[in-house]
């Protein structure tokens, strides 16, 4: 290589998922740390898949999605979301969605859309961490807000405080990734007033949009139409439909944002696989009730994993959404958490993610000293959690 090439990311490094998950494998530990399903997708999807595929549906789609599908996620959205607006205030499918190789592709792209050079975003840690990287290749820098154990909740004053004359975006994740904590109608109104006080955009990903537990609601940006009018939303099929390789996401944005994600979604993947589109379609028309159905089933899951660990020397921190327990191993080691992750898959037996690595480089250290957090997926089968729970009450 030219001694005269520079990276544009020389501190990035390979992701702690693939990390954690790589020696999983080496050790073969139960392997809780990546978020992957280990049961199933729906029988009827993949013979949808199949079928379309035998049939020879294996060419181009148009780019922003089979325009069926568009209308689909858009009836989904209005049952969803929209059902107490007007008409007019519904979004329209195949204007205002665009299908997309996976959730983190809808991210990328819609930061590109928004984000300039020298713009501010404002994330909160711990972050899922594709979005840094994506600001920062559109020019821009992240503002890091702190989100705090047990609850983690965003302080808004915070936000307020940290909004300046750069800030462009504030990115939300809500049911949220790694913590399982998920927004309030208060959280949505007060970033409501946030935006249109100071102008700004807001990118929402709700990849795990049908997970959340208690009886509690999801509360989508696309039910707040004055919010959605300023906003990027972002959504996965994989998640939804255990299909996290099949690389289907999508995102919803109003028309005039629309207009610039396509102009860029068309030259990052021109379309997205056509025989999972054509199954998905099918899945959303005929089975919708596989969607209603996600949250008992992932909180009886969570239930699972929590009732076998009631034993253990770990503190269990709340689980609101997603499919991810936050475990607090205080009392078990003094170990910082990737050096902790690392012992646990060598000397248990069990994946987990340590939450550092979701912290900026700044704030890292200061997270060292004062947490001792790690997280676990259990988007697992029953016998796969307890095993694991075994392992780790025997700590």
Known sequence: ??????????????????????????????????????????????????????????????????????MQIAEMIHRQ???????????????????????????????????????????????????????????????????????????????????????????VNSPHNPTGSILSESDLHTLQGLVEKYDLYVISDE?????????????SVLRYPELFNRSFVVSSFGKTFHCTGWKMGYCAAPNELMTEFRKIHQYVTFCSFTPAQIAITQMLKQQPEHIT?????????????????KGSRFTLLPSKGTY???????????????????????????????????YSAEQRQQYHKNNKVIRLCFAKNDDTLLKAADLLCQL
């Open 293 to 309: 159905a996600l949250a008992s089933f992932y909180q009886e899951k969570r239930d699972v994993l929590v009732n076998a660990l």
């Open 207 to 219: 990849v795990y949009e049908h997970m959340t537990f208690d009886g509690l609601r999801h509360e």
């Open 81 to 171: 979301y929209q059902s107490h607006l007007a008409d007019e205030q519904k979004l329209n499918g195949l204007n205002n969605v665009t299908i997309t190789s996976g959730a983190t592709e809808a991210l990328w792209v819609a930061i590109q859309a928004l984000v300039r050079p020298n713009d501010e975003v404002i994330i909160f840690d711990p972050a899922y961490d594709s979005y840094e990287p994506a600001v920062e290749l559109a020019g821009g820098t992240c503002r890091h807000i702190t989100l705090n154990a047990p609850n983690y909740t965003i302080n808004w004053l915070q936000v307020e405080q940290s909004i300046n004359a750069k800030t462009r975006a504030i990115i």
């Open 324 to 358: 991810f327990l936050l475990l607090d191993y205080s009392a078990i080691s003094e170990l910082n958490d990737r050096d902790f992750c690392h012992w646990l898959i060598k000397e248990v037996g069990v994946a987990a993610i340590p939450l550092s690595p979701l």
């Open 1 to 70: 290589m030219s001694s005269s090439f520079t990276s544009k990311m020389p501190n990035i490094e390979t992701s702690i998922f693939t990390e954690m998950s790589m020696m999983a494998n080496q050790h073969q530990a139960i392997n809780l740390s990546q978020g992957f399903p280990e049961f199933d997708t729906p029988a009827f999807l993949k013979d949808k898949i199949n079928q379309a595929i035998s049939e020879g549906k294996n060419q181009y789609s148009p780019s922003n999605g089979l325009p069926e599908l568009l």
